[in-house]
């Protein structure tokens, strides 16, 4: 029992938590960063699609050759190479055989591997696949030593650390991932313009970003769409490996006669669902978010053809398109993070680095290959001098071979030949001795030599070697060639319209005229009309009128809550004057407890004055009181147990302010400070238990007119009750209104 205990002692470790915590978090992080997420710079590819592509060569699933089921390679990778979930392993390899994925597809799909609209590929014992020729070219020099191999998880097997590459395939189907703490972006590009640039760098080795550029002028999606980032902020990022690039769907307008037109999407930007599309397109109809949208329609067969209905022939088709690509995935970002493992360590790189270091990833796949290939030809040289030598003394070996006890070690002594060119002529069959075969040797030979003084050559010189890359690239781009369907260009540039769109919508929105009701109770209506006697307006039992104020549809209506938030609502979006309307609390997040004091049109740069119950306040922008958020945007500071009294238009040059003492106090307006937001200054000075009754702005050139019932009174010696801002004033003049505010 004691041995146990004392073995079971030496499998302890004893350290802080923490510091195991962060060695096995940091191994990890680690390992997650180099075997899952980031693409290796040299072949583009992370380890599983790497395994992938390994797995169906062994399987001799050549593009020329018949299709396996997807489940005998993802379990021959998952049981050879990578021993992680099926699942994993058969989703990307699904989205390597999805061309609108991944630009130039690896794998080639019989089945159903999932499309656009966003459904999933059939299950993998349905799915058959082989690979592509593109797959191919990078696999291509396996077999001839180009790329070093490890060992496999289980070290009964070996793979490739890396491919050969024959094509620039990490800028071609870009990748994307997130590792602890790091992340990789990089959007596919079009192969022929990438080799285009690669071989411009080997000509001319110090070309700059923007020189490259003049032939990558930007990403090339499998999707298509237009690009409307612009070209400096397109080599900021090329340049620094990070930025974004703005795309949008390629559209054009249908022209259906008598003046009706339709816009026919037929383009998406990429990784955009397009059945998610329509059904944002769909809810932005039915939540009155895009008012100048009438329908939505899907017509789409093999090919992308969405039908976009304009709400009237008069609108503009560009200002629709802008006020939707504000609103819905017609308009996306692709961001830009080429962080790469460079010499297996996670690097930010531009696309000049990155071209450098997989032509340099080229260049020893080269020089690699062509070793491989001059040790071949050696040892067959070496083979054919034997040969050679055997015929110039074909009797003697016959001879020697009948009578010689051990007649190979007859001829290395006799022949001077090495062990393995004295049994390769052992071994030689009776029809290879005439004469024939001896001319076809020579010849032979001496195409040998002459491969192999060249490959010589290649390898002492730098020079030749690029040459050499150069060369294979170049028949790598005939695969890719611009004029065919796979090697075109599918994304365009375009500059997108400036087009101060708030304006074009408010001109291209039917102006009719409405007046806004608000009762007691918050419920809101718009009725139609202005001039309406809203003193017959009808209201649920126990409610009553509380704020009423004439707009047009195409204004935005501000409502100032007691808390001091300000909420606005566009008034197209009001409900409807019939019945009663909605409460207000269905639309914006207004607490029970919290009354609406004031409701007015938006007009900009108007100034208003707002003032607590309390005595503070100031002046502001109505500008300031726009918000989107439903709830609301917090204006005016209110301490707690007190609440927003007044929000008037500051049209005037005098302010008179009274409590509910009945004093007044007259002072010049400019001595209110004009803020964007806070509590405010001290209006009027108040003893405890006193408030701010009212306040008025007014124009000293007209004088202080009031209030009383029905009528308006004049105050002529107004003058007398002037003082200072903060004053506590005097008692009002005889006649002011027994209500003890200026509106009577």
Same mark, same amino acid.
């Given at each position: 029992?004691?041995?146990?205990i ?5 499998r ?9 915590l ?27 699609q ?9 399987l001799?699933?050549?593009p ?12 021959e990778?998952?049981?050879n ?15 390597l055989?999805?061309?609108?994925s ?22 993998m ?23 070093d191999f490890?060992?496999?998880?289980d ?6 650390a890396?491919l050969?590459?024959?094509f620039p395939n ?9 590792a602890?703490?790091?992340?990789t972006?990089i959007?596919p ?5 990438v080799?285009g640039?690669a071989l ?6 110090s070309a ?18 237009v690009?409307v ?10 340049e ?5 690039f703005?795309?949008?769907a390629?559209?054009?307008?249908e ?7 339709q816009?026919?999407?037929t ?7 397009k ?6 397109l769909a ?13 939505i ?9 969405l039908?976009i209905?304009?709400k ?6 560009e200002?629709?398109?802008e006020s939707l ?15 790469v493992?460079?010499h ?8 000049r ?5 997989y ?33 110039l ?23 001077a ?19 024939l075969?001896?001319l076809?040797i020579r010849?032979?030979?001496e195409?040998l ?5 060249t490959?010589i ?8 070697q ?9 028949v790598?781009?005939?695969?890719f ?6 090697g075109r260009?599918r ?9 101060? %769109?708030?304006a074009?919508?408010?001109? #291209?929105?039917? $102006?009719?005229?409405?007046? !806004? *009701?608000?009762?007691?109770? +918050? ?8 001039g309406?006697?809203?003193?017959s307006?009808?209201f ?14 195409i ?9 001091g ?13 019939r019945g ?8 914006i997040?207004?607490?029970?407890s ?7 049109k ?11 119950n309390?005595?503070?306040g100031?002046? %502001?922008?109505e500008?300031?009181?726009? #918000?989107n958020? $439903?709830?609301?945007?917090s !204006? *005016?500071?209110i301490p707690? +147990?007190?609440?927003?009294k007044?929000?008037d ?7 008179g ?5 009945r004093?007044?106090?007259i ?18 000075s108040?003893?405890?238990g006193i408030?701010l009754?009212?306040?008025?702005v ?8 009031v209030?009383?019932?029905d009528?308006?009174?004049?105050f ?6 002037q ?9 009002a003049p005889?006649?002011?209104?027994r ?6």
């Open positions: 029992m004691s041995d146990l004392d073995a079971e002692d030496e302890i470790k004893n350290e802080p938590l923490s510091e195991a962060t060695k096995r978090y940091l191994a990890y992080a680690l390992s997650t960063i180099t075997s899952r997420a980031l693409p290796d710079v040299r072949d583009g590819l992370k380890p599983v790497r395994r992938i592509l390994y797995g169906m060569r062994e001799r699933l050549n020329d050759g018949g299709y396996r089921k997807c489940a005998k390679v993802v379990g990778v998952m049981g190479y990578h021993p992680h979930g099926d699942a994993s392993i058969y989703d990307t390899m699904v989205r055989a999805q061309d609108f991944v630009r130039y597809p690896l794998v080639d799909g019989q089945g159903n591997f999932g499309n656009i609209d966003g459904d999933s590929a059939a299950a014992r349905y799915t058959e696949s082989r690979m592509t020729e593109a797959a191919k070219l990078l696999l291509e020099g396996l077999d001839e030593n180009a790329v490890k060992q496999t998880y070290e009964n097997d070996k793979e490739p890396v050969p590459a024959g990490l800028l071609a189907n870009g990748a994307t991932g997130i602890v703490g790091m992340a972006s959007p590009h079009n192969v022929a313009e080799i640039a411009r760098l080997i000509e001319r080795p700059s970003t923007e020189e490259l550029m003049e032939i990558v002028p930007g990403p090339d999606f499998p999707t298509g769409g690009i980032e612009p070209k400096a902020s397109i080599l900021n990022a090329y620094t490996g990070r930025g974004s703005r795309m949008r390629h559209h054009h307008v022209d259906l006669g008598r003046g009706q037109w816009i026919i999407v383009e998406i930007p990429y990784q955009v669902q059945s998610r599309l329509i059904e944002k809810e932005l109809i039915e939540t009155k978010k895009a008012p100048l949208l009438a329908d329609r899907d017509e789409s067969a093999e090919d992308i053809r039908v209905e304009p009237s022939r008069t609108v503009d088709s200002i629709l398109m690509y504000r609103v819905c995935d017609l308009e996306t970002r692709f961001s830009l993070n080429m962080n493992l460079h297996g360590t996670p690097t930010v790189m531009g696309l680095d990155v071209l450098k270091a032509l340099e990833h080229r260049r020893n796949v080269v020089t690699r290959r062509a070793q491989f290939r001059l040790d071949k030809i050696e040892k067959r040289l070496h083979l054919l001098d034997g040969f050679l030598i055997a015929y003394n074909i009797d003697e070996i016959i001879r020697i071979i009948r009578e010689e006890d051990d007649p190979k070690l007859e001829l290395i002594n006799r022949f030949l090495s062990e393995i060119q004295a049994e390769a002529v052992l071994n030689l069959r009776l029809r290879a001795l005439r004469k075969e001896e076809e010849k032979e030979h195409s030599s002459d491969e192999r003084d490959i050559k290649m390898l002492g010189s730098e020079a030749r690029w040459t050499q890359v150069k060369k294979q690239l170049l790598a781009r005939t695969s060639a611009p004029d065919t369907a796979l260009r994304s365009e540039f375009k500059s997108a319209p400036v087009i101060d %769109l708030d074009a919508l408010e001109a #291209s929105q039917p $102006k009719e005229p409405i007046t !806004v *009701v608000l009762s007691e109770k +918050g419920w809101i209506r718009a009725m139609k009309g202005h309406l006697d809203v003193r307006t009808k649920k039992e126990g409610d009553s009128l509380h704020l009423v104020e004439e707009m047009f549809t204004d935005k209506l501000i409502l100032m809550a007691s808390d938030r300000a909420f606005t609502m566009p008034c197209d979006k009001l409900p409807s004057g009663h309307g909605e409460p207000i609390r269905l639309s997040d207004l607490e029970d919290v009354d609406i004091v004031s409701l007015f938006l007009v900009a740069n108007r100034k208003r004055l707002v003032a607590s309390a005595g503070y100031f002046r %502001l922008s500008n300031e009181l726009e #918000s958020r $439903k709830a609301g945007k !204006v *005016v500071t707690q +147990g007190q609440q927003l007044i929000c238009v500051a049209d005037g040059d005098c302010i302010v009274i409590g509910t003492n004093k007044l106090l002072y010049p307006l400019d001595e209110l400070p004009e803020m964007a937001r806070g509590k405010g200054v001290k209006l009027q108040y003893n405890k408030e009754a009212d306040l008025i007014f124009d000293s050139e007209h004088g202080l007119v209030k009383t019932g009528r308006h009174r004049l002529p010696d107004w003058k007398d009750w003082g200072k801002r903060a004053q506590a004033g005097r008692m005889r006649g002011f209104p209500s003890g505010t200026f509106k009577g």
